[in-house]
């Protein structure tokens, strides 16, 4: 049985740790979205953790009596998952909307669930039915689905992210996150019986791993900008040769080469790519992105450039018959969803309704 005054400390230490980084993620940004759905979430992580200080394998004197909060603690705790998707697609894919399916999903999941906990807390015999089962097993792999999003959209976002410590730093704390996440989940969903006789031991393992990455995570966000790693590579690189020509490289040498010679319109085009195209590190051209040209993505360049060329095709009334998917094609994209999407959130309109109030013959 594990010391339970040492079990009691380590859920407090999770507790403290994740209300610091929800306060601090939200007094660094406070009208931001994403960092709204993080403290929520945080609420969320803390009913999951409180509740742990409730179960029969606390010792009477730590246990609380959360039973009047049972449904709420149980919504709260199924919800984490879906608000951590959304919460990574807020950082990690700025430019786009959040798709209307996932926000489906993470309402039905979530009303499902409220449904189950109502019945399992309601002692009803329909609770023991297969269908029940099955239901609750669905839930729970969904929760694993969304998380898996979430990373999947840590990962595609990372690179085109041109704010280095904002990278860095997002980069580590949410892939902590996420990986604690996902164990949490599924070490709940799959590996953990409360009737076993393991459950105690495996249960505070999970309080006692909480507790050291949240605290972690704390202490990183409180010294990053001391010991970023971002300044100490820029320090560095800054003590190398630079190529010559570099030093009188400004907006209108950036657009002479990269609007100029249209290097836009090259399908898959990346940040590494672009700097190698332009001779120059790929750091400094990060710099150069967010600093002089105002963009804080790379992708979010790359669309305002793609789409002002676009535009000018459409309102060319020698246009008129080119198919819409060919000129997309002609400005880089690979595809017309992706044209389509990027028209409509830059212009407000979509690129055949552009082309009909602008088109003149």
């Given amino acids: 049985m594990p010391n339970s005054l040492l079990l009691f400390t380590a859920q407090i230490v999770a507790i403290v740790s994740v209300l610091l980084l929800a306060t601090g993620f939200l007094k660094a940004d406070p ?10 979430m945080i609420v969320f992580v803390v009913f999951y953790l409180l509740n742990g200080m409730s179960g029969p394998n606390i010792a009477p004197e730590f246990r609380l009596d959360l039973s009047s909060w049972a449904l709420v603690i149980q919504v709260g705790v199924s919800a984490v998952s879906g608000l951590f998707m959304l919460y990574c697609f807020l950082v990690f894919q700025e430019q786009q909307r959040f798709p209307y399916t996932f926000g489906v999903a993470f309402a039905l999941q979530v009303l499902i669930n409220m449904g189950l906990s109502i019945l399992m807390l309601s002692d009803a015999p329909a609770a023991e039915s297969a269908i029940v089962y099955l239901l609750t097993i669905s839930m729970d ?3 694993l689905i969304f998380i898996g999003f979430a990373i999947y959209w840590t990962l595609k976002g990372w690179r085109a992210d041109l704010v280095d410590d904002r990278r860095i730093l997002r980069w580590f704390t949410i892939s902590v996150q996420g990986a604690l996440i996902f164990v949490v989940a599924f070490v709940e969903i799959f590996l953990l019986d409360s009737d076993s006789t393991g459950y105690a031991t495996n249960q ?4 006692y791993a909480t507790a050291i ?6 202490f990183v966000a409180l010294r990053f900008d001391s010991v970023s790693l971002s ?3 820029r320090t560095v690189a800054k003590l190398t040769e630079e190529p010559e020509g570099f030093k009188t490289f400004d907006i209108d040498t950036f657009n002479s080469h990269f609007k100029g010679r249209q290097l836009y319109r090259e399908p898959g085009l990346t940040i590494s790519m672009l700097a ?12 150069f992105i967010h600093k002089q040209l105002g963009f804080r993505n790379f992708n979010a360049m790359l669309h305002r450039y793609r789409i002002e060329d676009a ?3 459409l309102s060319d009334s020698e246009n008129q018959s080119l198919p819409i998917l060919t000129i997309a094609l002609s400005v880089g994209y690979q595809s017309i969803t992706p044209f389509n999407n990027a028209f409509r ?3 407000g309109i979509t690129p055949s309704g552009y082309r009909k109030k602008n088109c003149h013959s």
Avoid at 204 to 207: C, E, K, L
Avoid at 213 to 218: K, P, Q
Avoid at 276 to 287: D, F, G, T
């Fill in 231 to 233: 300044y100490v590579i």
């Fill in 276 to 287: 190698k195209k332009l001779s120059i590190p790929e750091y400094r051209l990060r710099a």
């Fill in 311 to 313: 535009s000018k095709v």
């Fill in 204 to 207: 505070a393992f999970i309080v």
């Fill in 213 to 218: 990455l949240t605290l972690g995570m704390v």
């Fill in 345 to 347: 959130e830059i212009t």
């Fill in 141 to 143: 792999i969904v929760q």
């Fill in 31 to 40: 009208n931001s979205s994403s960092a709204r759905v993080f403290a929520l």
